[in-house]
């Protein structure tokens, strides 16, 4: 089964997939990751992804969609189904995953626009693992899965995500009617388990 997640910046679509990770094997896969994969193993992809990044630009869609083209035809993703996290951002990305990949189920996080504020001054990031917590839910200085401390990342600031949310509105928002015909909708304003638990549900009804 392949899902893709939609949602807003602070939606909790890391969260998510992590959740559905744990419970269902999915591999969860992002560009991000995806990018700095090939970059540090030195692939001819990697190679030209990173003259992009490092000039500040978006990698191009030839580029970003062939390497996870190439990482969904590996083992591990054919097994149990991949979760794609932030990507497709626009319709013509969704278009080229199209012709390499059936996606089986869209997952939309919706959350109004004040939590995601709100949101955006908790969020706090693990030093050494990565791992993602918000004030709202987690009011340690320290993740709970390693002990390492937790900061908060520069561009976790107003400006910035109003900038980003304006770029969802215009790019990634007219794939909800693209994807219509598949779409799980859910509030993603409550606590992390609370907005899993019809997530689990749904995927426990198609994967019978």
């Known amino acids: 089964m392949n899902i893709i997640l939609l949602g807003p910046q602070f939606s909790g679509k890391g969260t998510l997939a ?3 990770v744990r419970d269902f094997g999915f591999v ?22 990173k003259t992009y990044m490092d000039k500040g630009v978006l990698v191009p869609n030839e ?3 062939k390497i996870l083209e190439e990482r969904v035809k590996e083992d591990d993703c054919k097994k ?10 626009s319709v013509e990305q969704a278009e080229i995953i199209s012709k390499f990949l059936d996606i089986d189920a869209v997952i939309l996080l ?25 004030t709202s839910f ?7 899965l390693c002990g390492s401390p937790l900061f908060r990342r520069d561009d976790d600031n107003p400006e910035a995500i109003k900038t980003r949310l304006e770029v969802y509105d215009k790019e990634t928002t ?3 009617n693209f994807y219509a015909d598949r779409l799980f909708e859910v509030d993603s304003s409550k606590d992390p388990e609370t907005t899993y638990k019809p997530v689990k549900n749904f995927l426990k009804e198609r994967l019978k």
């Not at 969860?28 to 992804?49: M, P, V």
């Not at 987690?138 to 709970?144: L, M, N």
Request: some cysteine.
């Open 18 to 20: 992590r959740q559905m």
């Open 28 to 49: 969860h896969l992002s560009l991000g990751d995806l990018f700095r994969e090939n970059i540090k193993n030195g692939t001819e992809l990697g190679k030209i992804a």
């Open 63 to 65: 580029v970003s969609m």
């Open 80 to 89: 149990n189904g991949v979760i794609l996290d932030g990507v497709p951002r």
């Open 110 to 134: 919706t959350l109004p626009r004040e939590e995601i504020m709100r949101r955006c001054m908790g969020r706090r990031t693990c030093s050494k693992c990565g791992e993602i917590y918000n």
């Open 138 to 144: 987690y009011d340690k200085d320290t993740c709970k």
């Open 174 to 176: 007219p794939l909800i």
